[in-house]
T-cell receptor, first 113, second 114 residues
Framework: GENVEQHPSTLSVQEGDSAVIKCTYS??????FPWYKQELGKRPQLIID?????GEKKDQRIAVTLNKTAKHFSLHITETQPEDSAVYFC????????????FGIGTKLQVIP | DGGITQSPKYLFRKEGQNVTLSCEQNLNHDAMYWYRQDPGQGLRLIYYSQIVNDFQKGDIAEGYSVSREKKESFPLTVTSAQKNPTAFYLC?????????????FGEGSRLTVL
């Protein structure tokens, strides 16, 4: 089955700096890679995703890159703000057929004002 | 208001008791999932279901059971066979067999075994 590894498990950055979270996956059949943000006491919510036919995707201050050959993908947050503080999960899945979504262990990001 | 609803939000159970967590969605999604969240272990898949009357074991199904008798409902039973049931449980749904597999999560249920 799919195995998703995520690092670092915790990350502290100064407000305004960039943050990078990295994930690797094992199943070459996976073709959809979402990132979820979970604020304290709240449900995880999708913030950005990428499919395997795309190498990079941006949405304002966040971007995701995918290297299919190396089976790794990364989340980049620029100009971090205190409200970016949360736990971020990467995931991998194959939406076709019987979809099973596998998550990484999560990264707790703290943005220091 | 479309969404996914879990109940109860907090639940206490004595050892040896079975408990059932409710998950209802009105998003008309085909697929539903149960995840367990523990500190430092991320979200681990317990069971998932793509269609009514069909479900599959996830990575940590032992000690749990589910049913999918209706499209909108996917209850999870935590049985006395689950050795370490204290955890935060998240239910999710998705359109299923779509180009994207975005999961929509409920608010979660926190189970504490006394």
């Amino acid at each position: 089955g799919e195995n998703v590894e995520q690092h670092p498990s915790t990350l502290s950055v100064q407000e305004g700096d960039s943050a990078v979270i990295k994930c690797t996956y094992s199943d070459s059949a996976s073709n959809y890679f979402p990132w979820y943000k979970q604020e304290l006491g709240k449900r995880p919510q999708l913030i950005i995703d990428i499919r395997s036919n795309v190498g990079e995707k941006k949405d304002q201050r966040i971007a995701v890159t995918l290297n299919k050959t190396a089976k790794h993908f990364s989340l980049h947050i620029t100009e971090t703000q205190p409200e970016d503080s949360a736990v971020y999960f990467c995931a991998a899945s194959n939406p076709g057929g019987y979809q099973k979504v596998t998550f990484g262990i999560g990264t707790k990001l703290q943005v220091i004002p | 208001d479309g969404g996914i609803t879990q109940s109860p939000k907090y639940l206490f159970r004595k050892e040896g008791q079975n408990v059932t967590l409710s998950c209802e969605q009105n998003l008309n999604h085909d697929a539903m999932y149960w995840y367990r969240q523990d500190p430092g272990q991320g979200l681990r898949l317990i069971y998932y279901s793509q269609i009514v009357n069909d479900f599959q074991k996830g990575d940590i199904a032992e000690g749990y059971s589910v049913s999918r008798e209706k499209k909108e409902s996917f209850p999870l039973t935590v049985t006395s066979a689950q050795k370490n049931p204290t955890a935060f449980y998240l239910c999710a749904s998705s359109v299923g067999q779509a180009l994207t597999g975005e999961l929509f999560f409920g608010e979660g249920s926190r189970l504490t075994v006394l």
